[in-house]
């Protein structure tokens, strides 16, 4: 049973970090390429990060440039995920998601098959 599952997320202030960890199981990610999204509260879900299969290649959405940092590790049939984010601003409230894709680096949430539930970050002013 594939399963991804993130944690991390919680309650900071202005300019502080937070890293989150996705654990993806239950088949091989090794050629998949791991993602984050999140989507706060009426607003579409928006990219935030991707690295390719392997860590061969990073890709940072808008809001993560300059302040956030992908990362992904491997043991056995286990992918683990990090997205390490600095300097977190209010604007950087919202619900994050780890998902895999299959098809390459990509910003678009329909091109992922696998999701994770979601870890809340919450950025108090």
């Known amino acids: 049973q594939v399963k991804l599952v993130e944690s991390g997320g919680g309650l900071v202030q202005t300019g502080d970090s937070l890293r989150l960890s996705c654990t993806a199981s239950g088949r091989s990610f090794a050629t998949y390429t791991m993602g984050w999204f999140r989507q706060a509260p009426g607003k579409e879900r928006e990219f935030v990060a991707a690295?390719?299969?392997?860590?061969?290649?990073?890709?940072?959405g808008h809001p993560a440039r300059g302040r956030f940092t992908i990362s992904r590790d491997k043991a056995e049939n286990t992918e683990y995920l990090a997205l390490q984010m600095n300097n977190l601003q209010p604007d950087d409230t919202a619900v994050y998601y780890c998902?895999?894709?299959?098809?390459?680096?990509?910003?678009?949430?329909?091109?992922?098959?696998?999701w994770g539930q979601g870890t809340q970050v919450t950025v108090s002013s």
């Open positions: 690295i390719t299969g392997l860590g061969a290649a990073t890709d940072l």
């Open positions: 998902a895999a894709s299959n098809v390459g680096s990509t910003w678009y949430p329909s091109s992922y098959d696998y």
